[in-house]
C-alpha cells in the first residue's frame, strides 16, 4: 500500500483495505469504508458541477455528521478547500468567516440557514448553498445571487475530473479565535494533515480494532485529528453531540469505545461521575488537549479506569499537534507537556533566537512537517508568527519557516517541556481559545456601554472565565441584567461573561493610550483571591 499524500488518501486506502468495516457510525447508523468513499466521490464530483476550482473554499456548518464528514474530504477530494465551522457560532461569527475566507459554497441545514439569510448581503463570493435536510420553508436567496441545491442532488451529479493538487497546497482553513479581533483562520495543508494522522496515530498505536468518540467539534485541530487517525489506521470513527457530559459515558458504553480524546473541562465533569463498569473493559487510552489536566481529575480518570493509558499532549492549531507525554512518565513527571510528536521538533529559544539552557523559559517554536500554512488573508499576523528559524538555532543550510507559539515554557535537562504561559491575552475556557477584543466589539454593539474590557480570570473547573468591566455608555445608567441578557443572544455560550463588573469611567490606560486590560485583569483576580 502506498504511502498517503493527500488527506482523501487516508479514507481512500483503508476503503481498498477494509472495506466493509465501519468507518463512521452517527445516531445508530454505521457507514462502511467502502459506503463512505463512495460518497465522498460522489460529494466531490457534485462540488466539481457547481464550478467548484482549485483552492475554492467550500464551508460546512452542521453538527457533527457524515454530511460534515463527507463535505470536507468531498472538498478536499475535488481539490478545492474545506472550512469547518464551529456549530455553535453565532450567525453574525459565521458570515464573518464565509465573506473572510470568500467561501464559495456552504453546507448546511435549513434551519441554519433562515438564521443567516438575511446577512449573507456581505458574502459576494458565496454562489452556492447545498441543503442536507431541505424543506418548504426555504429563503429566497436569488437576490444574492445563490442558488440553492440538494444534498440529493449534488450525490447524483455526473462524474467529474478532480483539479491536481500536491501535498503541499491548501486542504482547509479552521477558524480559531485570535488575541485581537474576530476569528482568523489557519491554513493547513494536505501534508500537514497527513503528517498530523501518521504522527499521531503512532504513538496512540491506533489500529483497525478500535473505536474513536468524537466528541471534541471538527471545526477543531484535535476534533478533525479524530477523523484523521481513525481513517489512517482502519478505525471506527463514533460522531457524538452531547448535551451532558452523562452522554459521553452513556456513548463510550454503547460504542465500545477505546480512545477518548478531550479537553479538561469534560474531562474534569466526567471524573466527578461514576462510569459503567463496562467502559474499563475497552477503553485503551485517554487523551488530554486543550490546556492543563489538574492532577486531582487525572487521578480520579485513572482510579474509574486503571486500564487505560493516559496521554497529556498539547497542540496549536499553527502546528496541528505538538507534544505528548509519554503513558509511562506520567506518574514522574504529571505537569509536563511531554516531547515533540513523531516527525517534529520543538525548540525554546530567546528572543535573540538562540537556545535555552534547562529550565531557563523561553518561546515554544515548533518545527517540520505540521508547521501550517499561516493565517488566511492575513501577511501581518502571518509574518509575527510564521519566521525564518535563526541560523543559530537551525544549523540548517537553507532557510526553514518555522512557527512561534507565543507560550512560554521550559525545558528540562531530560529533553521533557513544561507550560508557562501565553503571551498575548487569550481567554481559554473550556477548552475554547476566546479573543478578548471580539467578546469587546460585541459588547460595544450594544449601545449600551461606554468602555469596557474582557479577560479571563482563573476558574477551578473551566480554565478560565470571562470577566468584563464596563463603563455605562453617556446617559450614566447601565442595566447590568439587559446587557448580559443581549450576551447570551448574541454570544456562543462559552464567550458569556460570567463576571460583569460595572464602574465609572474612565478606564485605566497603558502608556500607549489603550485600556490597560493587563491591570485590570491584575485587580480583579486580587479581588476574586479574596
Known amino acids: 500500500m502506498p504511502t498517503p499524500t493527500l488527506l482523501p488518501d487516508l479514507l481512500a486506502q483503508s476503503a481498498e483495505r477494509w472495506p466493509h468495516a465501519d468507518a463512521l457510525r452517527s445516531d445508530g447508523c454505521a457507514i462502511a469504508y467502502e459506503a463512505l468513499q463512495a460518497a465522498v466521490t460522489a460529494h466531490r464530483d457534485g462540488l466539481l458541477g457547481l464550478g467548484v476550482d482549485r483552492a475554492d473554499r467550500v464551508a460546512v456548518w452542521l453538527e457533527k455528521s457524515p454530511e460534515m464528514v463527507v463535505t470536507c474530504f468531498g472538498a478536499a477530494a475535488a481539490g478545492g478547500v474545506f472550512v469547518p465551522l464551529n456549530p455553535v457560532l453565532k450567525p453574525r461569527q459565521v458570515v464573518h468567516v464565509l465573506a473572510d475566507s470568500g467561501a464559495k459554497v456552504l453546507v448546511t441545514s435549513c434551519q441554519r440557514l433562515a438564521l443567516i439569510a438575511p446577512l449573507l448581503h456581505g458574502c459576494g463570493t458565496l454562489k452556492h448553498v447545498v441543503l442536507t435536510d431541505p424543506s418548504d420553508a426555504i429563503p429566497d436567496l436569488r437576490h444574492e445571487g445563490v442558488a440553492l441545491h440538494t444534498w440529493r442532488a449534488l450525490a447524483g451529479a455526473p462524474a467529474g475530473r478532480a483539479h491536481r493538487v500536491i501535498d503541499t497546497d491548501m486542504a482547509a482553513i479552521l477558524y480559531t479565535s485570535g488575541s485581537t479581533g474576530l476569528p482568523k483562520g489557519v491554513v493547513l495543508s494536505h501534508r500537514n494533515l497527513v503528517a498530523g494522522a ?71 465533569q466526567l471524573a466527578s461521575l461514576e462510569w459503567p463498569p463496562a467502559i474499563g473493559q475497552h477503553l485503551r487510552y485517554f487523551a488530554n ?44 513527571r504529571p505537569d509536563s507537556i511531554g516531547k515533540a510528536i513523531p516527525n517534529a521538533e520543538v525548540l525554546v529559544l530567546r528572543e535573540d533566537g538562540t537556545r ?46 518555522a512557527v512561534f507559539s507565543g507560550d512560554t515554557v521550559r525545558m528540562d535537562s531530560e529533553g521533557f517541556l513544561y507550560f508557562i504561559g ?72 462559552y464567550m458569556v461573561p460570567a ?18 486590560r493587563k491591570l485590570l485583569a491584575a485587580s480583579s483576580e486580587q479581588h476574586h483571591d479574596r
Open 499 to 516: 463576571h460583569l463588573n460595572v464602574r465609572e469611567g474612565p478606564l485605566p490606560r497603558n502608556p500607549n493610550g489603550k485600556i490597560d
Open 198 to 268: 501518521t504522527s499521531v496515530s503512532s504513538y496512540l498505536e491506533n489500529h483497525p480494532g478500535d473505536t474513536l468518540l468524537a466528541a471534541l467539534p471538527l471545526s477543531f485541530d484535535a476534533g478533525f485529528s479524530q477523523l484523521t487517525t481513525g481513517f489512517h489506521s482502519g478505525a471506527c470513527v463514533v460522531l457524538l453531540n452531547y448535551l451532558l457530559p452523562r452522554d459521553v459515558l452513556r456513548s463510550m458504553e454503547r460504542e465500545r469505545v477505546t480512545g477518548l480524546t478531550a479537553v479538561p473541562p469534560l474531562y474534569i
Open 356 to 401: 535555552c539552557a534547562p529550565d531557563e523559559p523561553g518561546e515554544l517554536v515548533h518545527r517540520g512537517a505540521l508547521v501550517s500554512m499561516g493565517y488566511w488573508n492575513d501577511p501581518e499576523r502571518t509574518a509575527e508568527r510564521f519566521r525564518m528559524l535563526p541560523a543559530m538555532a537551525s544549523g540548517l543550510p537553507l532557510p526553514e519557516t
Open 289 to 332: 488537549t486543550g490546556g492543563h489536566l489538574p492532577r486531582e481529575t487525572l487521578a480520579a480518570l485513572r482510579r474509574r479506569v486503571p486500564q487505560a493509558r493516559p496521554f497529556l499532549m498539547y497542540g496549536l492549531t499553527e502546528a496541528f499537534r505538538s507534544t505528548y507525554l509519554p503513558p509511562h512518565e506520567v506518574d514522574r
Open 422 to 493: 501565553r503571551r498575548d491575552e487569550m481567554i481559554k475556557s473550556s477548552g475554547y481559545r476566546i479573543s478578548p477584543t471580539e467578546v469587546e466589539e460585541l459588547l460595544y454593539e450594544t449601545g449600551l456601554v461606554g468602555e469596557c474590557a474582557a479577560f479571563g480570570i482563573a476558574h477551578p473547573a473551566l480554565g478560565q472565565v470571562v470577566h468584563v468591566v464596563v463603563t455605562p455608555a453617556s446617559d450614566g445608567v447601565l442595566d447590568a441584567e439587559k446587557l448580559l441578557a443581549i450576551c447570551r443572544a448574541r454570544m456562543p455560550a
